[in-house]
């Protein structure tokens, strides 16, 4: 996303602030411009940026500092906070019974996020139920059908029906003992005036309680416009972002969140059911400014360990601190990253590790090291069970056959091996240290990024796969 542009383009300012305690008018002109360049580029309207630039300049100007403040650190903290401001909170989305209707224009992913939605509600305990209402579309029955089925949800949907407000009505009916009901509706342009008569309709037939408005991240300057149609027909609640895991410049949906006076409510970070994000406005301009997001890092450790641990029941993650570390412990442990989503994805939410450091890194070092666990999985595949069980027993003639079982040479076992046991060097380490010793590592991490606790982080943690 080009908004993330942002945490790079004013490290290069805020390293100039390196030793100094007070800020000079050129030192916070700089800055300014950075952000306005930034956000300008990344498509929010101007008039927005202006705003922004203007009540910044002032703050950074005539705020006195706090004690100790370093001159770096105090503009930071006002980017962040009008930053925060500029996003808005997030929608209130509480956690019962409710019908949830989306809208928005073709492709813009409402499918895709009413399964996402309702899988996001079922973590969180409730039952829902996902009605496809969109008739348009000829592979929208299929599609929603699948996800839902992937999300383990219940769908209504009717191949056979072209009145999507009968669909809904009898969705509504036949999904009765659902918790939370998500309608999905045909994508439609907001000035065409018959396909709006149809969702408020839809509207009246499902009675929802909220309505989000579903934007690509790519959309432009016209999200303004739609938004306030949207919002004059069926009335927004909140806004839903997609696509933002992609190159799309982010800005034009926030400037639509800003105009129609809604908040964002969810985040598509990608094109499988788990890839959303409850909209956190603190944490978003965190990662934004390369600052790590802790809170959304340890939730989303902790649902991959609890999956993981939900398809193999024997395994505790703390099992490992204490005793022997295998190479089934490491496939586990790999399962659970994978369930984490994206590895840059990952590393953007730690603090000290998103922005800077990614920055230094070559543009295909995520790939390679998924390319390199992705590897490892099918060499773990080609291995027998006392082999995974017993590493150090793997010698030249089983490397040979693993070889030839997998497909992948030689050097690429030896190097799954070294892994293993450097793991479970690392690990043994870990077991040794008392308390103390690892309350003052995980204090010196919370340091490096300013926030949040490691809480989620369990036995397993990280692993290095770098
Ligand atoms: N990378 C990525 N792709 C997404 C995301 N959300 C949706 N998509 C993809 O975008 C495309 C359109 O998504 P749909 O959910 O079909 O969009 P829709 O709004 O229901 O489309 P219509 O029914 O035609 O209006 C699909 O290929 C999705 O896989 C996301 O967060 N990230």
């Known amino acids: 996303m080009v908004l993330d542009d942002l945490g790079s383009s004013l490290r290069g300012s805020l390293n100039k602030l390196q030793g100094k305690s007070r800020l000079s008018k050129e030192d916070v002109e700089e800055i300014v411009k950075e952000i306005q360049r930034s956000l300008l580029q990344a498509d929010v309207e101007v008039a927005l940026v202006m705003d922004l630039s203007k009540s910044i300049k002032k703050r950074a100007l005539e705020e006195e500092p706090p004690g100790g403040t370093t001159a770096r650190d105090h503009i930071l903290k006002i980017v962040y906070e009008e930053m925060v401001e500029l996003v808005g909170d997030s929608t209130e989305i509480p956690l019962e019974p409710q019908t949830i209707m989306l809208a928005g224009l073709q492709g813009s992913g409402k499918t895709t996020t009413a399964a996402k939605m309702a899988w996001w509600f079922s973590k969180k305990g409730l039952r829902p139920a996902v009605i496809q209402t969109d008739t348009f579309r000829p592979g929208a029955y299929d599609q929603a059908k699948q996800m839902c089925e992937r999300a383990e949800v219940e769908f209504y949907g009717d191949p056979d029906e072209e009145d999507p407000v009968k669909i809904a009505r009898e969705g509504m009916e036949a ?7 998500i309608v999905d509706t045909a994508g439609r342009h907001a000035l065409e005036s018959d396909l709006i008569d149809e969702i408020e309709e ?3 037939a499902v009675n929802p309680e909220l309505n989000l408005l579903v934007l690509d991240a790519a959309i432009g300057q016209g999200a303004k416009k739609q938004a306030q149609e949207f919002d004059n027909s069926i009335g927004i609640g909140g806004v839903v972002i997609t696509k933002l895991d992609g190159t799309a ?3 034009g949906a926030l400037t639509a969140v800003n105009e129609t006076g809604s908040s964002i409510s969810f985040l598509g970070t990608g094109e499988t059911v788990q890839d959303i994000e409850r909209f956190e406005p603190n944490g978003f301009i965190s990662r934004l400014l390369g600052m790590g997001d802790l809170k959304q890092l340890s939730e989303r450790v902790e649902r991959a360990m609890a999956e993981t641990q939900a398809e193999d029941e024997d395994w505790n993650p703390e099992d490992i601190m204490k005793g022997s570390f295998t190479l089934k412990d490491m496939k586990r ?13 990952i590393m953007d939410m730690i603090p000290g590790l998103g922005g800077g450091l990614m920055d230094q890194l070559p543009d295909d070092a995520m790939d ?5 666990m992705r590897s490892f999985e099918v060499i773990m595949d080609s291995m027998t069970e006392s082999e995974m069980e017993n ?3 793997i010698g030249a003639s089983q490397i040979r056959r693993i070889s030839q079982g997998s497909g992948k040479d030689e050097e690429t076992i030896r190097e799954l091996l070294e892994q293993h046991k450097m793991m479970e060097r690392t690990l043994k380490q870990f077991g040794s240290m008392g308390d103390g010793d690892m309350k003052r590592m995980m204090k010196k991490l919370e340091n490096q990024g300013g926030g ?12 290095p796969f770098g």
């Open 202 to 204: 839809i509207e009246e």
């Open 391 to 393: 590493p150090r027993s």
């Open 175 to 181: 999904t009765d003992d659902a918790d939370v009901h």
């Open 249 to 251: 410049k982010g800005g």
């Open 368 to 372: 390679v090291t998924q390319n390199r």
């Open 452 to 463: 949040g606790g490691m809480g989620g982080m369990g036995g397993g943690g990280l692993g």
């Open 333 to 345: 442990q790999m399962d659970a990253m994978n369930k984490m989503g994206p590895l840059d994805q």
